[in-house]
């Protein structure tokens, strides 16, 4: 597919006026996870009989429990949004890798998914769902649908109206991160035009753009490139300010893009600690969190909160961000507080943190699974997802701002 022409580049300073302070210790205070986390788990010795039935027991709950909270958060929004479109990278894909035959970016094999319900490894880079699932289930849609799930020879209205993902592990910013293995942030817009001019066919301008107007727009994108600069070689990099500056100008354009086709009601998610995923860890002598790493994120959300604000003030949109950075920060550094254990290990690897390699098959995975803040080397367990939304949905500043998604959906 072609690609767009980047919109012109801002300078680092322009885009980073705001940026005062970062890497500091957070104040901020996430809520804790509340009681209907998912099941504890007991440590597994082999593949026995008991722990089968633990497992067959965990995903019938988890299935459960995903439509009671369904039906409950329902009624936050019910009739306010009428569909979700995501956009971004393996954070929230929910199987549009599985459809790119070419590419080793995926998660449709064991033990991903061993916490979905029929324990099925559906494409979600995770132990069950993700944020894309939690954030339907409390705007009360169905999770959005992949788009290269949907045949080009049907009538797919219907399903564009429910809602559509674009979300494609590996994705970033840039079109040249993981460039042929994943759907690039330029590829999914262009997908959403063919979703526009499809819809526009079928149903007239005027009621596509006001369906596309109440519709919620999710955004998680901008990892991929922060962990590959804290993994790169610092004497071959631009500066954390330059190398920041530059995404947030492409992202500038793209958002423009979204906007032009359509969409008014932003959700932003930010960049966590990349420094502290155990992918980076494993990286230090000291298995500590990398700060460069952690510096770029912070750099990243500051630049990226003071872009949607300025867009804002000239445009007719509104959004709500959320701050990850801090809120995961708060989960590693106070634990208990939130219903975790293991910080800095991945459940779900092999070698150091496992995190050497990332989730096979072959890979050992823990019993404990809510109990950890990462499922694999660079992505967050169900637990962690849930407490993300949870507080992104209904949380406050300075941690979400300056509404949140609930009051998003109603306004």
Not at 126 to 148: E, H, I, R
Not at 299 to 306: A, D, F, H, I, Q
Not at 342 to 349: H, L, P
Request: with cysteine.
């Amino acid at each position: 597919m072609k690609k767009k022409k980047r919109e012109k580049k801002l300078s680092a300073s322009s885009m980073l006026t705001q940026y005062k302070s970062v890497c500091s210790t957070s104040s901020f205070k996430s809520q804790p996870r509340e009681s209907h986390r998912p099941p504890q788990f007991e440590k597994p010795t082999n593949l026995s009989l008991s722990m089968e039935s633990n497992e067959h027991y965990s995903s019938l709950l988890s299935a459960i429990l995903f439509l009671v909270v369904t039906m409950h958060s329902g009624a936050n929004a019910q009739g306010s949004v009428p569909a979700l479109y995501v956009f971004g990278d393996s954070l929230v894909d929910v199987g549009n890798n599985n459809h790119l035959e070419l590419s080793l970016l995926k998660a449709d094999f064991p033990h991903n998914g061993i916490d979905y319900p029929g324990k099925k490894a559906t494409g979600r880079f995770s132990n069950g769902f993700n944020f894309a699932d939690f954030l339907a289930q409390n705007l009360g849609v169905p999770t959005a649908a992949p788009y290269l799930s949907f045949s080009p020879d049907s009538n797919n209205t219907d399903s564009y109206l429910a809602g559509v993902s674009f979300a494609s592990g590996g994705a970033g910013i840039f079109n040249t991160t993981n460039s042929g293995r994943c759907i690039s942030f330029d590829e999914q817009i262009d997908y959403f035009a063919t979703v526009y001019a499809v819809l526009v066919e079928q149903l007239g301008t005027e009621k596509t753009l006001d369906h596309l107007a109440r519709s919620i727009f999710a955004l998680v994108i901008g990892s991929n490139e922060l962990i590959n600069y804290a993994k790169s070689d610092p004497a071959n990099s631009a500066t954390p300010e330059d190398f920041v500056g530059s995404l947030l100008s492409t992202l500038q354009g793209q958002i423009k893009r979204i906007y032009n086709i359509g969409a008014r009601r932003f959700v932003f998610i930010g960049t966590g600690p990349v420094g502290c995923c155990p992918g980076v860890r494993e990286r230090n002598e000291t298995k500590e969190c990398s700060a460069v790493g952690n510096y770029v994120s912070n750099l990243y959300n500051t630049g990226v909160s003071s872009l949607l604000n300025k867009m804002k003030i000239s445009e007719d949109m509104s959004y709500s961000f959320f701050d990850t950075y801090n809120a995961v920060l708060q989960y590693i550094k106070q634990p208990s507080t939130y219903g975790f254990n293991e910080v800095a290990k991945a459940c779900c690897g092999l070698g150091d943190l496992n995190a050497k390699i990332g989730c096979l098959p072959v890979s050992t995975y823990c019993a404990n699974r809510s109990d950890h803040i990462f499922w694999d080397y660079y992505h967050p367990t169900e637990a962690t997802s849930q407490l993300v939304t949870t507080t992104a949905f209904d949380g406050s500043a300075p941690l979400v701002y300056p509404i949140n998604i609930n009051q998003l959906s109603t306004s």
